[in-house]
């Protein structure tokens, strides 16, 4: 037994004894009570995975039915209530022809699907769960996975997603991880850009931007490396943090920014996560959108991912350029999923270093440069101040020599290595330390000389009996040489006391900022979301099915029984809602739904029915109402006098109350629904 069927035997097994018997029932009429569940179970199980029966029941879907499946597929699950919230957008409200009820119609002079309305939805997922092509799990109809991909097929978001446009639009200007690079060059000394700053210097260092645009993502860059708090008190930079940003591949960072929109970084919130990045992978894959159709995606998978999206929230996507709209459409920008193989870098004389394309992971070009020009061809510019700042930062000559070699066409003869060399020349003539002074006797040196659990944490031996030590471990440095009999004073001439000063982790902590292990956890973790996620884009493309199974034979086996009238009623009634596909299920006519209604100029019989519906606790009622249907529930029947009665009821979907003349009702009948 496959995954999939265990499920279904599962689900089957934890149905309550009504819901249980009407399916079985239904499939295999012979079953009596009492039975053996198990022995049923089976047999069920047989009867859907039998070829000839499951090739027949998917063959009774229809547009709506392939519609509403789509939608079951997009979010995972989704319960009735949901369904007409997404399809709202696509709703037109009307009222009847003499004003006195409104009704509620969708698709309005679409091609793809005809109009249909609140009722016809609804009898549409009742008939979906009844036929258990849809299984109610966790209070959501799901894909029955017995029918496997089958049933995924017929699933289709055409009418919804479907954009009738001859438009081509390609944007490659996004906030690409090539402009955080760029940015962050300069950035990486400022910490942050004013705003003449950023007008004054933006524009020439982007030009394939518009001004406006690039001092945009600027500040949306800000605000990112705001809530990573990447930029830290003590002029301390996260350059590990940094380097895996500009690392993250051009989706990955976006999903990054989309997540930043919606919700603080840090929470344990995986969901928005997988919402930004399963919604971007929609965009780039569908590539065009109307409004309305992005509208329900975004929806859609809020709804899957249980997360609130704002009514700008469309709007804040075509700000990160990761939308473009152009008369009412949206086209998504050609945000690369990939990162690149690096091309050459080519050290100029005049210490410019150009290359073509994009920088992969791992380079380490921006720490030593920093940007003139992103454009086709993208130029950095090596100076001593960056050279020097990036030495700083703890990166080593090593290291940068190591890279201009592997990645330059001169390698060991590129001229930007002797510039190099002259200026660390230059760098290495004089030291500057932050740390604490501790100066003692020769007892005091000899512990601090010889104690192995103190060497890591002095940064020089200044003279015979004083110390430089690190400022920002001494809370451990201070223990360690209290435990070995010693009594630490408190510092001499300092402004701040020893027991008010703060490291930078404890001024990060008490500030309620995340600790470096969070930030990395945090991207690790949206890289591993992003990797993960596949979607469905067939759901867009997919034809609407169109239902091909005949009933015509089974109709007149059906007027050949012998049987009572209700049960042949009833036989029809769910041959006509699909549940009945196949000759053996006729071999024992039983009721399943009763069929209580009345219509035409059953005058009396109709106020009964209404009357019967009051006395049931959330019994519904469907009416045919001045040639449209409705569905009540039943509060009273009100007596006009004269033998006339009028029913006051609240009108699905929206509980509006209504007061209607049952001489004006052509048909009403008490329905069973399973729509929840």
Same mark, same amino acid.
């Given at each position: 037994?496959?995954?999939?069927?265990?499920?279904?035997?599962?689900?089957?097994?934890?149905?309550?004894?009504?819901?249980?018997? &009407? !399916?079985?029932? *239904?499939?295999?009429? %012979?079953?009596?009570?009492?039975?053996?569940? /198990? +022995?049923? =179970?089976?047999? $069920?199980?047989?009867?859907?995975?039998?070829?000839?029966?499951?090739?027949?029941?998917?063959?009774?879907?229809?547009?709506?039915?392939?519609?509403?499946?789509?939608?079951?597929?997009?979010?995972?699950?989704?319960?009735?209530?949901?369904?007409?919230?997404?399809?709202?957008?696509?709703?037109?409200?009307?009222?009847?022809?003499?004003?006195?009820?409104?009704?509620?119609? &969708? !698709?309005?002079? *679409?091609?793809?699907? %005809?109009?249909?309305?609140?009722?016809?939805? /609804? +009898?549409? =997922?009742?008939? $979906?769960?009844?036929?258990?092509?849809?299984?109610?799990?966790?209070?959501?109809?799901?894909?029955?996975?017995?029918?496997?991909?089958?049933?995924?097929?017929?699933?289709?978001?055409?009418?919804?997603?479907?954009?009738?446009?001859?438009?081509?639009?390609?944007?490659?200007?996004?906030?690409?991880?090539?402009?955080?690079?760029?940015?962050?060059?300069?950035?990486?000394?400022?910490?942050?850009?004013?705003?003449?700053?950023?007008?004054?210097?933006?524009?020439?260092?982007?030009?394939?931007?518009?001004?406006?645009?690039?001092?945009?993502?600027?500040?949306?860059?800000?605000?990112?490396?705001?809530?990573?708090?990447?930029?830290?008190?003590?002029?301390?930079?996260?350059?590990?943090?940094?380097?895996?940003?500009?690392?993250?591949?051009?989706?990955?960072?976006?999903?990054?920014?989309?997540?930043?929109?919606?919700?603080?970084?840090?929470?344990?919130?995986?969901?928005?996560?997988?919402?930004?990045?399963?919604?971007?992978?929609?965009?780039?894959?569908?590539?065009?959108?109307?409004?309305?159709?992005?509208?329900?995606?975004?929806?859609?998978?809020?709804?899957?991912?249980?997360?609130?999206?704002?009514?700008?929230?469309?709007?804040?996507?075509?700000?990160?350029?990761?939308?473009?709209?152009?008369?009412?459409?949206?086209?998504?920008?050609?945000?690369?999923?990939?990162?690149?193989?690096?091309?050459?870098?080519?050290?100029?004389?005049?210490?410019?270093?150009?290359?073509?394309?994009?920088?992969?992971?791992?380079?380490?070009?921006?720490?030593?440069?920093?940007?003139?020009?992103?454009?086709?061809?993208?130029?950095?510019?090596?100076?001593?101040?960056?050279?020097?700042?990036?030495?700083?930062?703890?990166?080593?000559?090593?290291?940068?020599?190591?890279?201009?070699?592997?990645?330059?066409?001169?390698?060991?003869?590129?001229?930007?290595?002797?510039?190099?060399?002259?200026?660390?020349?230059?760098?290495?003539?004089?030291?500057?330390?932050?740390?604490?002074?501790?100066?003692?006797?020769?007892?005091?040196?000899?512990?601090?000389?010889?104690?192995?659990?103190?060497?890591?944490?002095?940064?020089?031996?200044?003279?015979?009996?004083?110390?430089?030590?690190?400022?920002?471990?001494?809370?451990?440095?201070?223990?360690?040489?209290?435990?070995?009999?010693?009594?630490?004073?408190?510092?001499?001439?300092?402004?701040?006391?020893?027991?008010?000063?703060?490291?930078?982790?404890?001024?990060?902590?008490?500030?309620?900022?995340?600790?470096?292990?969070?930030?990395?956890?945090?991207?690790?973790?949206?890289?591993?979301?992003?990797?993960?996620?596949?979607?469905?884009?067939?759901?867009?493309?997919?034809?609407?099915?169109?239902?091909?199974?005949?009933?015509?034979?089974?109709?007149?086996?059906?007027?050949?029984?012998?049987?009572?009238?209700?049960?042949?009623?009833?036989?029809?009634?769910?041959?006509?809602?699909?549940?009945?596909?196949?000759?053996?299920?006729?071999?024992?006519?039983?009721?399943?739904?009763?069929?209580?209604?009345?219509?035409?100029?059953?005058?009396?019989?109709?106020?009964?029915?209404?009357?019967?519906?009051?006395?049931?606790?959330?019994?519904?009622?469907?009416?045919?109402?001045?040639?449209?249907?409705?569905?009540?529930?039943?509060?009273?029947?009100?007596?006009?006098?004269?033998?006339?009665?009028?029913?006051?009821?609240?009108?699905?979907?929206?509980?509006?109350?209504?007061?209607?003349?049952?001489?004006?009702?052509?048909?009403?009948?008490?329905?069973?629904?399973?729509?929840?």
């Amino acid at each position: 037994m496959n995954k999939e069927t265990i499920f279904f035997k599962r689900w089957l097994e934890d149905l309550d004894n009504e819901k249980f018997y &009407y !399916f079985a029932r *239904n499939y295999l009429p %012979e079953v009596s009570t009492p039975y053996n569940q /198990i +022995d049923v =179970i089976e047999q $069920l199980i047989s009867f859907f995975l039998n070829d000839e029966n499951s090739s027949t029941m998917l063959s009774t879907i229809d547009e709506i039915d392939s519609l509403i499946i789509g939608l079951a597929n997009l979010t995972g699950g989704i319960n009735s209530s949901n369904i007409l919230k997404l399809l709202r957008p696509f709703e037109s409200e009307t009222s009847t022809e003499d004003n006195s009820v409104k009704f509620y119609t &969708y !698709f309005n002079n *679409n091609k793809y699907i %005809e109009e249909f309305n609140y009722v016809e939805i /609804i +009898d549409h =997922i009742s008939s $979906l769960v009844k036929r258990m092509l849809l299984l109610s799990n966790n209070g959501k109809f799901i894909l029955n996975p017995i029918f496997g991909d089958e049933l995924v097929l017929k699933g289709s978001l055409l009418p919804l997603m479907s954009v009738n446009s001859k438009e081509k639009f390609y944007n490659d200007n996004y906030i690409s991880t090539e402009v955080l690079r760029g940015y962050l060059s300069i950035l990486k000394i400022e910490q942050k850009l004013t705003i003449n700053q950023k007008k004054n210097t933006l524009g020439q260092l982007f030009p394939s931007y518009e001004e406006s645009l690039i001092i945009k993502m600027s500040d949306i860059i800000d605000n990112l490396l705001l809530n990573l708090n990447i930029f830290t008190p003590f002029d301390y930079v996260e350059y590990e943090l940094l380097q895996n940003l500009i690392d993250l591949t051009d989706f990955e960072f976006n999903v990054l920014l989309i997540v930043n929109l919606l919700n603080d970084l840090f929470p344990d919130n995986n969901n928005v996560y997988l919402f930004a990045s399963e919604l971007l992978s929609y965009a780039l894959d569908t590539k065009i959108f109307d409004l309305t159709s992005f509208t329900l995606l975004s929806e859609a998978l809020s709804t899957k991912y249980n997360i609130c999206i704002n009514d700008g929230f469309i709007d804040d996507l075509v700000e990160l350029s990761i939308l473009n709209k152009f008369n009412n459409l949206l086209f998504a920008s050609d945000i690369k999923k990939v990162k690149e193989e690096s091309n050459t870098l080519v050290f100029d004389t005049d210490l410019s270093v150009r290359y073509l394309g994009a920088r992969a992971k791992g380079d380490i070009l921006w720490r030593f440069t920093r940007i003139q020009r992103l454009d086709t061809q993208t130029i950095y510019q090596l100076t001593k101040e960056d050279f020097r700042d990036a030495l700083d930062s703890k990166l080593t000559k090593e290291k940068i020599y190591d890279f201009v070699i592997k990645n330059s066409f001169a390698k060991e003869n590129c001229p930007a290595l002797r510039y190099l060399d002259l200026v660390e020349q230059q760098y290495s003539q004089i030291s500057i330390y932050d740390g604490i002074i501790i100066q003692g006797n020769e007892r005091v040196s000899t512990i601090l000389s010889s104690h192995p659990d103190l060497q890591s944490h002095i940064i020089k031996k200044l003279s015979d009996n004083i110390f430089l030590m690190q400022r920002e471990s001494e809370p451990i440095w201070t223990k360690i040489i209290e435990n070995s009999g010693l009594l630490v004073p408190r510092r001499k001439g300092d402004i701040i006391q020893s027991d008010t000063f703060f490291t930078n982790d404890q001024w990060r902590v008490s500030k309620g900022y995340h600790l470096r292990e969070e930030q990395q956890t945090l991207i690790k973790n949206l890289v591993k979301i992003c990797s993960s996620i596949k979607v469905e884009t067939r759901l867009f493309s997919n034809p609407l099915a169109k239902k091909s199974f005949s009933s015509k034979k089974l109709k007149i086996a059906i007027e050949l029984l012998e049987c009572r009238s209700e049960e042949r009623e009833d036989l029809k009634s769910r041959l006509r809602l699909a549940m009945i596909i196949n000759q053996s299920q006729l071999a024992a006519p039983q009721v399943l739904d009763s069929n209580i209604g009345a219509s035409g100029f059953d005058y009396k019989r109709k106020v009964n029915v209404f009357k019967m519906a009051a006395k049931q606790a959330g019994a519904i009622v469907k009416i045919g109402y001045m040639k449209h249907e409705f569905l009540l529930i039943v509060e009273k029947i009100q007596n006009l006098g004269n033998n006339e009665f009028s029913v006051e009821a609240k009108r699905l979907p929206t509980l509006e109350k209504v007061e209607i003349p049952i001489n004006k009702i052509f048909f009403v009948k008490i329905t069973n629904y399973i729509t929840e």
